[in-house]
């Protein structure tokens, strides 16, 4: 059974990092593309970043130059990397294998202006 367990989410003031981290199990971690979302109140699921089983990132315009998508096969993780963060970033930041509806539960992110 495939888990994906998101965490490192919190409550930070703009211009601030955090790191996320999504930990996969029960998957053939080294074969997957990974992909993380957000889901702000009230507005659409969107796509944040993808990293490619060989390790290729591809980013949203809205993050790109800011977030950092990355993966450690060693420990199955997925991370993303969030700095100068600013409000429109807040929201629950989801992780997926892509191409699958295999989602994790979500970590919160809230950035205060």
């Known amino acids: 059974q495939v888990q994906l367990v998101e965490s490192g989410g919190g409550l930070v003031q703009a211009g601030e990092s955090l790191r996320l981290s999504c930990a996969v199990s029960?998957?053939?971690?080294?074969?997957?593309?990974f992909a993380w979302f957000r889901q702000a109140p009230e507005r659409q699921r969107e796509w944040v970043a993808t990293i490619s089983s060989g390790g290729l990132p591809n980013y949203a315009t809205a993050v790109a130059g800011r977030f950092t998508i990355s993966r450690d096969n060693a420990k199955n993780i997925v991370y993303l990397q969030m700095d100068n963060l600013k409000p429109d970033d807040t929201g629950v930041y989801l992780c997926?294998?892509?191409?699958?509806?295999?989602w994790g539960q979500g970590t919160r992110v809230s950035v205060s202006a």
């Open positions: 029960g998957s053939s971690f080294n074969l997957h593309s």
């Open positions: 997926r294998i892509w191409g699958t509806n295999d």
